[in-house]
C-alpha cells in the first residue's frame, strides 16, 4: 500500500536492524486519514469472505481493526492484555509472547464476543514472530470459530511470522513489506 509506505519512509525510525519505531503515525499519535484507507484497503482484500467479526489486541491495533470494521460492517473485538477488573470470568485466554516487551502475557477475551461459526478477521499493526496473530488465532478456535484471515500493516518479512502463520494455512495480508532494516534503512520487499 502505497500512502503507508509513503509514511513510513518519511516518518519511521529504524532503531535496531529489528525494530521500527512508527510512534508519530501508528503507536503513539495516530493518522486518522491513513487509518480509513487502511480499513478500505483491508475491507477490499477480505470482502469475499463473509466476515463477521474483527479480532485485534490493544492498543495499536484497534485503530485500524475499527476503520476496517466500518468498512465491513462487523463488530470489532479487542484481546485485552492486562486483567480487566469487569472481565473477570467465561474468557477465552492465550499466552503470547511480546517481541517489544520480551515477556510473555496472558491475553483475553470475553467468550461473549465470539460465538461457533464467527468468520474472524485478525488485524494488527506489525508482524514479527507471528506471537500475537497465533495467540489471536488460538483464542478464534477455542472458540470453535473460523479464522478467515490476518491482516497486517507492517510485515518485517525477515523475521519468521509471515511464513510461520503461511504455513499453517492461514490466510495473510500485510500492507507494507519490510526486506530489511539493515544500516539504518527500511528497505522494503518487492513483490
Ligand atoms: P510478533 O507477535 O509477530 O512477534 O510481534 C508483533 C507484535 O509486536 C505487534 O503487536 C507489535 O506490537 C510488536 N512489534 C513487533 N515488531 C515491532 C516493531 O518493529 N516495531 C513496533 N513498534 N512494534 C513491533
Known sequence: MKLLEDKIKAEGIVLSDHVLKVDSFINHQMDPILMKEIGIEFAKLFGDKQITKILTIESSGIAPAIMAGLELNVPVIFARKRKSLTLIDNLYTATVYSFTKKESNDITVSKQYIQPGDHVLI????????????GLAEIIEQAKATVSGIGILIEKSFQPGATTL??????????????SLTDSKVTFKQD
Do not use: C, M, P, T
Not at 123 to 134: K, P, R, S, T, V
Not at 166 to 179: F, N, P, T
Open 123 to 134: 488485524i494488527d499493526d506489525f508482524l514479527a514472530n507471528g506471537q500475537a496473530a497465533l
Open 166 to 179: 503461511l504455513s499453517k494455512g492461514y490466510h495473510v495480508e500485510s500492507l507494507a513489506r519490510i526486506a
